[in-house]
Structures are given as C-alpha cells and as structure tokens.
C-alpha cells in the first residue's frame, strides 16, 4: 500500500476495534470506514479483519499490515513534530482538561517537558473532576473517561481505567478484623457497584469523601480500606492491594479536540504528545503489574 490513509485506517480499526470508534477516530463515518475497509479487502485479495463479537479483529495477514502502518505513523508522526516544532504557530495559550488524579499522579512530568519542548506555548491545565465542555470553547484539548461520547468531538480512544481495592501495608496486619472500615465516597452515581464488587463487601464504611484524591490519601494515612485509580494505588510502595482484589476496566480513556480545533498545530502537537505519554503508561493505567 502507497497510500497513508489506508494505513491510518487499518491503525484505526485495530485501536478501536469498531467501525464507529475507527469512525470517531478518523473524523469521518461508521460507513464510510465500513466501506473504505471493503475496498481495501477487496485490492488485497485478502481479509484484513475479521468481524468478532462486538466488533472487528485484525486476521494474522491484517496483524502484518498493522505492524507495517505502525512504522509509517512513527515515521510521520515524528516528521510532522519536526515541521510543527519549526512553526510560529506553536504559539500562544493552550488549555488542556483533565481528571485531577491524572494531573497530579500520571502526567505532571509529562506536562512539564512539553512545557520545556514548547516554550512559546503557555500551556494552561483545568484539573476537575468536572470537565471543561470544548464545545463551549472551555478547553482545546481534553482527556476524559467516558463509556459514550459526543459523536462530533474528534480523537483517540486509548485504554480502559482500571480501579483496585487498597490498604497500607500494615493495616489489614495491625487492625483487627472486626474494627476494619472501607473509606467511600459519598455519592455513589458513578460506581454504585463499588462494595459488591470488593473482595470484602461485608466490611462497614467507616468514612466518606466526596471526592477521590482524598479517599487515596486516608488509604495511605491508614484510615481504612478503599478504592483507587491503578496508576495512583500501583505506584505507591506503602500501598498493597487487598487479598481476592483484582483490577476492574472501567471506562475508556479518551484524548479529543473539537473538530474546529484538529487541525491547529498547536493541538495537534499537544494531542499527539498526550497519546504517546498515556499509551506508553497503558499496563499502569489498566492495573496490569
């Protein structure tokens, strides 16, 4: 294949695996991708993908197209860096939204070299549990946790969040059983399932946060048990995960932009260098130690 579009598709579908994720990530339709990936089936003589309950998986021939579309990205993803690091449009303020815990435990080295690489870009975080809604001009980039999005917003779908249950290393020894306490939230609209799904769901709240970056510091300080993202439990070597805890995928994990917004250099940069800092931390994300 000469044509990039054609390898940005077979990437697309195999990141995805769905037409209307391959659709979202391409900034075009679930049927034209169903179409185009005809198409190119049909001038290879050759299944690329097949289709799988719940979606689409490349075929062993399809795997050797993608291993070969990979080293055409990197070569033009590190070209258009190249051409965008040399432009005067990489100037100016950024504002970039994301979760506070992905702030502050994933990706606040990485912020600060993109600050480095770009000096002229005045990079500006919105860190809230709250996300700044693009379509009201609140951010240009935002990475978000979601099991649906907006069909317009234009991006790259990444991984999936993966919780655990923790305590410090000495609790569960130094506590008896009967005085142990789950540390919870408050409001239980995002993950009411939470105590069910615990290795201990007949252990009692003792303490409730509303919001989870203190739930994780009462877990470190040894109030209690709780839950927490695997990227912030994982890294923590005073933290263990409790006895029958497993990592559960929640939501996936999005890098996106409004489409009036792709294909400013600035965001493009941005984005491009958020989606390799997250896909390089992808084990850590899902909780695969």
Not at 162 to 179: I, P, R, T
Not at 186 to 194: F, G, L, R, S, T
Request: with cysteine; hydrophobic share 40%.
């Amino acid at each position: 294949m000469n044509d990039w579009n054609d390898y940005a598709l077979i990437l697309a579908l195999h990141r995805t695996g769905t037409l209307r994720g391959a659709a979202i990530s391409l900034g075009t339709t679930h049927t034209t991708v169903a179409r185009r990936l005809a198409i190119l089936e049909k001038q290879r003589k050759a299944d690329v993908f097949e289709k799988i309950p719940g979606g689409y998986r490349a075929t062993p021939f399809g795997e050797q197209l993608v291993a070969t579309a990979k080293k055409v990205e990197d070569v033009i993803m590190a070209s258009e860096r190249f051409a965008c690091s040399n432009s005067d449009a990489l100037s100016g303020p950024i504002t970039l939204s994301l979760g506070e815990p992905m702030s502050q435990f994933l990706l606040v080295k990485e912020l600060g070299e993109f600050s480095r690489l770009y000096p002229n870009i005045n990079l500006r975080i919105k860190s809230s549990t709250a996300f700044a809604d693009i379509d009201k001009g609140e951010a240009d980039v935002v990475i978000r946790g979601a099991y649906k999005l907006p069909d317009h917003l234009i991006g790259r779908r990444l991984c999936k969040l993966g919780l655990c249950f923790y305590a410090h290393k000495d609790y569960c020894s130094n506590v008896g059983h009967e005085d142990w306490r789950w540390i919870a939230p408050i409001e239980n609209e995002v993950w009411p399932e939470w105590l069910a799904e615990s290795p201990l769901p007949d252990v009692p709240i003792g303490i409730a946060f509303d919001d989870i970056i203190s739930r994780y510091h009462a877990i470190v300080q040894g109030v209690g048990m709780g839950r927490a993202a695997c990227f912030m439990g994982d890294t923590n070597p005073d933290l263990v995960r409790l006895e029958g805890s497993s990592p559960i995928l929640k939501y996936d994990i999005w890098v996106l932009t409004h489409p009036d917004l792709h294909h400013q250099p600035k965001v493009k940069l941005l984005m491009q260098f958020l989606i390799d800092a997250l896909l390089k931390k992808k084990p850590l994300i899902e909780g695969h130690q």
